[in-house]
């Protein structure tokens, strides 16, 4: 398959072609759009994705997996002076990859190009910081902005899918980690569980709880806690304080806000022990890492 990548074509086009859409900070809304298969990414502020199902808030280091058919809609806002950075696949193009990294090469040569594949559908979550992809991602929009050869971009798009088919794999492989013999069921345990880490990720600033995040899951709350232990190796109260955590850095990096203000829009309710939780991961108190990053 023959590809044309095109830079922030027209809407009406996006169906047919292989497309980088990257937008400047400002207010931007979509409320309805059926996508091809999609990656979201944000380089700089934060936008919410919302499908039919729940809503992701997208930040810098991860991105998000539509697949081809789904309609979502986008809300950023001017304030987080978001960049956004998405990849739109034409259809087939994932499928072919795929097929052609699990042949072998003379496999490849007696069948040519005439190659059918079954459809390729991805576990619709966030990825957080999923190694080779993310340094494309970042390397492909250095290069959008120092216009270079649009031939180098195409070929980081083949790189990038080649890279999502091996991350299909790889979720596999954490489906697996599921403890039941029925493999529909694993999936299905795998989608609720990846729901309610996709709530801590998206509303970490909430009062969540066992049994909220459970609800999410529509599983009961020590099914969902076990499963949740199972594929992520933390529980859901460990990995809420982990993206609280990770979160609050980022804020002390990036901006002026008091510790104070930033203990409180992460979600916790006590100052002192967020500076104790924060050195116990950090290995330095807020007020130290922020020292150390502006020094």
């Known amino acids: 398959m023959t590809i044309s990548v095109e830079l922030n074509p027209p809407w009406e086009n996006m169906s047919s072609q292989t497309a980088l ?44 997996i539509l697949n081809n058919g789904q309609r979502y809609g986008l809300r950023i806002d001017e304030r987080d002076k978001t960049r956004t950075f998405c990849l739109f696949f034409q259809p087939g193009l994932i ?34 910081n999923a190694g080779r992809v993310t340094q494309l991602l970042s390397s492909m929009a250095t290069e959008l902005t120092s216009q270079q050869d649009r031939e180098i971009i195409q070929e980081h798009v083949y790189d990038i899918t080649s890279e999502l088919v091996r991350l299909k794999y790889q979720t596999d492989v954490e489906v697996n980690r599921i403890q039941c013999k ?22 970490y ?6 049994a909220r995040l459970s609800r999410t899951a529509c599983l009961s709350p020590y099914h969902f806690q076990r499963s949740f232990k199972q594929v992520f190796g933390l529980s859901p109260m460990q990995e809420l304080r982990r993206v609280r955590l990770k979160r609050a850095q980022t804020l002390l990096a990036g901006t002026d806000q008091s510790i104070t203000e930033i203990c409180q829009l992460v979600g916790f309710s006590s100052v002192g022990s967020f500076g104790s939780l924060f050195k116990r991961l950090f290995g330095c108190s807020p007020g130290q890492y922020r020292h150390k990053k502006y020094k």
Not at 31 to 50: D, H, N, P, Q
Not at 53 to 63: A, H
Not at 205 to 210: E, R
Request: proline share 3%; glycine share 4%.
């Open 182 to 203: 029925k493999k529909i069921t694993r999936n299905e345990l795998y989608r609720r569980v990846c729901d309610a880490h996709d709530q801590i990720r998206s509303c």
């Open 205 to 210: 600033a909430d009062s969540l709880t066992i």
């Open 21 to 64: 859409v990257s937008r400047t900070p400002g207010d931007y809304e979509v409320e309805s759009y059926e996508t091809t298969l999609t990656l979201k990414s944000v380089i700089t502020g934060a936008a919410r994705y919302y499908t039919e199902r729940k809503s992701y808030l997208i930040t810098p280091g991860q991105f998000l």
């Open 95 to 128: 499928e072919e990859v795929a097929e052609v990294l699990k042949r072998d090469d003379m496999d490849l040569l007696s069948q040519g190009y005439d190659m059918t594949a079954e459809p390729i559908r991805f576990v619709e979550k966030t990825y957080q």
